[in-house]
C-alpha cells in the first residue's frame, strides 16, 4: 500500500530544544517537500528536495533543516532557532519528471511548544 | 515568481445548490494550477489540475474547475453541494526555479467551505 508516513502524528517540544520529523514514502518519487501550516495562513515551503543529496531552502527555512540521504526519507529537524514553531507540518512528494504531475501528502505532524 | 490567490476565506452555501470557490493566478509561461482539499487534521488530497487543452477540467468527487486565460482564473465548482464537502480547499501552482531545475508547487491561503444542511 504505497503512500507517505509522517511520524509522529503529535508532538511537544519544550522550548530550547531540537526536534525531527520523520517523512518516509515508498512511491519511488524523487522530489519531496516540507510545509508549515498556521491557521488562516495556508500553506508555506520551509524546505524541497528534487533528488538524494540535494536540497533546497524554501520560504521560511530559518530554523530548520533536513537532509536526503535516501531517496525514500526526508527528515525535518526543528531547531532551537525557530522561535515559533507551534504549527503543523506537512510533507509530500511528486514525480518531478513532467511538471504536470500533483504532490501526495502525508497526515501531517503538529507539533506544540510546552 | 507564480502565485495563486484566494480572495474568500469562506464560502457558505446550502446543501444542493452549486458552489464555486475563487483562484486566480499569476505565472509567466504556462499555467499548471491544481485543487486540493483538506479535512480537519489531516493532509492534502488532490482533487483536480489543469495542465493544457479541455478548459474545464473534471475531478474527483463531483468537483470541477474552469480554467479562463483571459481572467487569469481557475475557479473550483460542484452542482450540488453535499454537506460533506465541507472542508478547507487549496488552489496551488507550479514554479519553476530559475536556478536550477527544481520545481515546487505554491499554494494559496485557502477558502473554508461550510455546506449547511
Known amino acids: 500500500d504505497g503512500g507517505i508516513t509522517q511520524s509522529p502524528k503529535y508532538l511537544f517540544r519544550k522550548e530550547g530544544q531540537n526536534v525531527t520529523l520523520s517523512c518516509e514514502q515508498n512511491l519511488n518519487h524523487d522530489a519531496m517537500y516540507w510545509y508549515r501550516q498556521d491557521p488562516g495562513q495556508g500553506l508555506r515551503l520551509i524546505y524541497y528536495?528534487?533528488?538524494?543529496?540535494?536540497?533546497q531552502k524554501g520560504d521560511i527555512a530559518e530554523g530548520y533543516s533536513v537532509s536526503r540521504e535516501k531517496k525514500e526519507s526526508f527528515p525535518l529537524t526543528v531547531t532551537s532557532a525557530q522561535k515559533n514553531p507551534t504549527a503543523f507540518y506537512l510533507c509530500?512528494?511528486?514525480?518531478?519528471?513532467?511538471?504536470?504531475?500533483?504532490?501526495?501528502f502525508g497526515q501531517g505532524t503538529r507539533l506544540t511548544v510546552v | 515568481a507564480q502565485s495563486v490567490a484566494q480572495p474568500e476565506d469562506q464560502v457558505n452555501v446550502a446543501e444542493g445548490n452549486p458552489l464555486t470557490v475563487k483562484c486566480t493566478y499569476s505565472?509567466?509561461?504556462?499555467?499548471?494550477l491544481f485543487w486540493y482539499v483538506q479535512y480537519p487534521n489531516r493532509g492534502l488530497q488532490f482533487l483536480l489540475k489543469?495542465?493544457?487543452?479541455?478548459?474545464l477540467v473534471k475531478g474527483s468527487y463531483g468537483f470541477e474547475a474552469e480554467f479562463n486565460k483571459s481572467q487569469t482564473s481557475f475557479h473550483l465548482k460542484k452542482p450540488s453541494a453535499l454537506v460533506s464537502d465541507s472542508a478547507l480547499y487549496f488552489c496551488?501552482?507550479?514554479?519553476?526555479?530559475?536556478?536550477?531545475?527544481?520545481?515546487?508547487?505554491?499554494f494559496g491561503s485557502g477558502t473554508r467551505l461550510s455546506i449547511r444542511p
Open positions: 528536495s528534487q533528488i538524494v543529496n540535494d536540497f
Open positions: 496551488a501552482v507550479r514554479d519553476i526555479s530559475f536556478y536550477s531545475s527544481a520545481s515546487k508547487i505554491i
Open positions: 509530500a512528494s511528486r514525480i518531478p519528471t513532467g511538471e504536470d504531475t500533483e504532490a501526495f
Open positions: 489543469y495542465i493544457t487543452g479541455d478548459n
Open positions: 505565472v509567466s509561461g504556462n499555467p499548471y
